[in-house]
């Protein structure tokens, strides 16, 4: 296995992409989803991101090598799914190890699944059904210093959030708000303690300018698209996020866990490739940023590679911008 490296792939013998990095048992566990080679349709429904199982990969630490645990969780174990298992995350509690997991029905509609395991390695072994009131994808799962757990959720045209104003799914729904009115804001829902269902309804999260007001749909530097994440620094919470169509990761904060966030500004600058997600942890003393890219493909969309930065923060608690491709 690789050697990991700042701004290289983390492993090259397959394609990986949407890293859910977490410390778990003093070592770095990195939850990707996995990227299949494949020549399928290219398009905004996003039928090019075709994936069927996930891999667990861990280290020690980076100066270790990175280890493939194999086959954590495939599609046919999972009685609810149809196809496309996108971006999961895990989290730790009750002695156990979740996996949060996107995957479309057999509607085709997206909703969040949960897997548990003894082990923050796998095997993952799925439950029946999905989360009750689930929908769309990228699934992040925050457990609070008071153990309440909170995940948050959404994304944009593939991802169908757009379907969901509502409050049910509509098929035929593809426009989101006008230009000039507030952006969908991702979602995020209280989960139960045992972590396999919401304790109410999810919510939508307001995102504001320093001014308290909303960002606007035709923002698209700043807005929200799809792939939520949130850690804790110095008492404020932070959500992370992709912009989508600008290619950016941006952030705001919080002295809530369920907002509203004030914007503050951009982690990480376009990459190669169209898609950017990402997650934020600490190990030990330092702090870092899991990402991908398409270096590895030479920018084919959907065989991307993951990749980590060290992430800094300034005296006043901003993040610095990362370049990723500047020594």
Request: aromatic share 14%.
């Amino acid at each position: 296995m690789n050697d990991p490296k700042p701004n290289q792939p983390l492993v090259t013998h397959m394609y990986t992409a949407d890293p859910s990095a977490h410390v778990f048992e003093g070592e770095i566990y990195v939850y990707p989803s996995h990227d299949l080679d494949h020549n399928g349709p290219d398009n905004d429904n996003g039928d090019q991101y075709a994936m069927e199982d996930y891999h667990v990969l861990s280290m020690r630490n980076f100066d270790s090598p990175v280890v493939d645990h194999g086959e954590a969780l495939h599609l046919r174990d999972i009685p609810w799914a149809s196809a496309q298992l996108w971006a999961p995350d895990a989290a730790y509690k009750n002695n156990l190890y979740y996996l949060f997991f996107p995957a479309r029905d057999h509607d085709g509609i997206f909703r969040i699944g949960v897997a548990t395991s003894p082990s923050p390695a796998g095997p993952f072994k799925p439950e029946i059904d999905y989360i009750k009131g689930s929908y769309s994808i990228d699934p992040a799962v925050f457990v609070d210093e008071d153990e309440q757990a909170y995940m948050y959720f959404g994304g944009l045209w593939g991802g169908q959030l757009e379907k969901w104003q509502t409050g049910t799914f509509e098929a035929s729904q593809t426009e989101g708000p006008p230009a000039d009115k507030p952006a969908l804001g991702p979602r995020v829902a209280l989960l139960s303690d045992d972590m396999l269902l919401f304790k109410e309804e999810p919510q939508e999260i307001s995102i504001i300018d320093e001014e308290g007001n909303p960002i606007l749909a035709g923002d698209e530097n700043r807005r929200y698209f799809e792939g939520p994440w949130v850690h804790k620094y110095n008492d404020y919470y932070y959500l992370s996020y992709s912009t989508g169509t600008t290619h950016k990761l941006v952030y705001g904060i919080s002295r809530s866990p369920q907002g509203p966030y004030t914007f503050q500004g951009t982690i990480l600058t376009p990459v190669i490739g169209w898609t950017t997600h990402h997650s934020i942890v600490q190990f030990e003393d330092k702090w870092y940023l899991f990402y991908h890219d398409c270096s590895l493909s030479d920018g084919v969309n959907h065989k991307r590679c993951v990749k980590y930065t060290e992430l800094k923060y300034n005296a006043d608690g901003t993040i610095q911008t990362i370049q990723p491709y500047q020594e």
